[in-house]
Structure formats: structure tokens, C-alpha cells
């Protein structure tokens, strides 16, 4: 891959965005070299959860390339670069494994939209996170307006969005963006952490319909969201594991597959 570097500990992956040099920025290469890791990954029972983070230390991404973007406008294929990314993006939200933003740098414009995008962030409390489209003449196009908004409400996000306003690490804690604020140099230790504790407590089949349920909820409705508790329970209810586990917990003892 050109614009990722994939590593594997045990069962977390990492997918670096690998653009140091260009600010980590996306682009049409990088959409596409996601999308089609997101499906080796899925395929791959080994890895239960992933953590997305940049390379280099100073950026997680500066947001879109805008010299493709410039070259885009040209070509008159603006809108082919925002469906895929787009797609991209609401598949990671609606990924069924977990997916934890590292931000080990800033994160702006459409790399603020990936970390949002994501089901938890965790970041370095030195970093600064906005979405400054609208101050270059144009709008977060893959997401960020509904995401954002979503978390904070209308008034902080429209503060946010028509103001360009960088969000340091703390307030973005504050408002609910943010998770967790780690230590420099702490943020992948801590989201790796955070994912293996989640993997441990959690079957994947329950990370899988809970996101399912939480985030038909949130883009739906009410009864969207049922209607995936009311699968997801009928499913898990049939899962050797599930049934394993309420053993256990009825006869106080520890789960096989967990001593």
C-alpha cells in the first residue's frame, strides 16, 4: 500500500494514514487503499478491533489533499471523490468491529471527519482538532457536519463550523468529542489498552448489534434501533458464547476461553 502501513498485535490492528510528507492528507489513493484493507480486515477473525492513527507524530491528517482537490475541481470530478468518500466513511462508522481514532497529531478538515467517524478517539492532549473548510470557501463533505452535530448540538456546531474554531484537546473533551486525553507519545498505548479491554469484556457478535442499535438510533430512529436489540438479543440468545457466559456467571465461575 502506498498511502497505509498495516501492523498486527495480537488482536488489534493498526492502519496508519502514511502520507508524512503531504500532511497525511486524504486522497483518492488513500480512500481506496482503505476501503479494501476494511474488507481484508473483516475477513480476518483474528483481529477484533482497530486503531487508526498517523505517522510522523505532528499530524493525524491535515484533512483532504487539496492539490487533488484543486485538480478535481478542474476535471469536474469533485463529486466521484466525495461519494467514495463518503461511503468510506459511513462504513467505518457502521463497521461491525471496533474502530478507535489514535490521535497522535492534529486532526483537520477530513481527517477530523475520519476520527468522528470512528466509534471512540482518544487523543494527545497537545493536539488541536477543527473543521476549517468553510474559511476556504467550502464545507466538510464527508460527514462531519451531521457527526459533529450530533455530539455537541446545533449551536456549538455551527459555532464551530462557521468559525473554523481549532478545539484544543480539552475542550474537545469537554464537549463529548474526545474519550480520552492521554500523555504525549501515550495515545496508542492507551487506545490499545482501551480496545483489548473492550475485545475482553465483549463478545464480537455484542460490539457488532450494539453499534448496529446505537448508530441506527442516532441516523434513524427509535425504532430502528429496537428493531436491531431485538435481532441482536435473538441472535446472541442462539451463541454457544453467550450461553457459556450466563453459565458461568450463574454457577460463579469463570467463562471457558477466559481462564
Known amino acids: 500500500m502506498k498511502t497505509l502501513?498495516?501492523?498486527?498485535?495480537?488482536?488489534?490492528?493498526?492502519?496508519?494514514?502514511?502520507?508524512?510528507?503531504?500532511?497525511?492528507?486524504?486522497?483518492?489513493?488513500?480512500?481506496?487503499?482503505?476501503?479494501?484493507?476494511?474488507?481484508?480486515?473483516?475477513k480476518d477473525d483474528s483481529v477484533l478491533a482497530i486503531v487508526v492513527a498517523g505517522t510522523g507524530g505532528?499530524?493525524?491528517?491535515?484533512?483532504?489533499?487539496?492539490k487533488e482537490f484543486s485538480e478535481l475541481i478542474k476535471l469536474n470530478k469533485v463529486e466521484e471523490f466525495q461519494r467514495k468518500g463518503q461511503e468510506l466513511f459511513n462504513r467505518i462508522e457502521q463497521y461491525p468491529k471496533l474502530i478507535i481514532a489514535a490521535l497522535n497529531g492534529h486532526a483537520f478538515g477530513g481527517g477530523f471527519e475520519l476520527a468522528l467517524a470512528c466509534d471512540l478517539i482518544i487523543a494527545d492532549?497537545?493536539?488541536r482538532v477543527s473543521l476549517p473548510e468553510a474559511t476556504i470557501?467550502?464545507?466538510?463533505?464527508?460527514?462531519?457536519?451531521?457527526?459533529?452535530?450530533?455530539?455537541v448540538g446545533k449551536q456549538i456546531a455551527l459555532e464551530i463550523l462557521l468559525s473554523g474554531k481549532k478545539l484544543k484537546a480539552d475542550e474537545a473533551f469537554r464537549l463529548?468529542?474526545?474519550?480520552?486525553?492521554?500523555?504525549?507519545?501515550?495515545?496508542?498505548?492507551?487506545?490499545k489498552n482501551l480496545a483489548?479491554?473492550?475485545?475482553?469484556?465483549?463478545?464480537?457478535?455484542?460490539?457488532?448489534?450494539?453499534?448496529?442499535a446505537v448508530i441506527s438510533g442516532k441516523m434513524e430512529s427509535i425504532e430502528?434501533?429496537?428493531?436491531?436489540?431485538?435481532?441482536?438479543?435473538?441472535?446472541?440468545?442462539?451463541?454457544?458464547?453467550?450461553?457459556?457466559?450466563?453459565s458461568a456467571v450463574i454457577e460463579k465461575r469463570i467463562p471457558e476461553g477466559k481462564k
Request: glycine share 6%.
Open 176 to 191: 463529548g468529542i474526545i474519550n480520552k486525553i492521554t500523555e504525549t507519545d501515550k495515545v496508542l498505548e492507551e487506545a
Open 5 to 42: 502501513e498495516l501492523k498486527k498485535d495480537n488482536r488489534v490492528a493498526f492502519i496508519y494514514i502514511n502520507r508524512e510528507k503531504d500532511g497525511n492528507m486524504i486522497n483518492m489513493e488513500l480512500i481506496e487503499e482503505f476501503s479494501n484493507l476494511l474488507s481484508e480486515l473483516e
Open 137 to 151: 470557501g467550502i464545507m466538510p463533505g464527508f460527514g462531519g457536519t451531521f457527526r459533529l452535530a450530533s455530539i
Open 224 to 246: 430502528k434501533s429496537l428493531k436491531w436489540e431485538k435481532e441482536g438479543i435473538e441472535t446472541m440468545a442462539k451463541s454457544t458464547q453467550t450461553k457459556e457466559i450466563i
Open 58 to 66: 505532528r499530524l493525524f491528517s491535515a484533512g483532504a489533499d487539496i
Open 196 to 212: 483489548e479491554k473492550i475485545i475482553k469484556n465483549c463478545l464480537p457478535i455484542s460490539i457488532k448489534f450494539i453499534k448496529k
Open 125 to 127: 492532549s497537545t493536539i
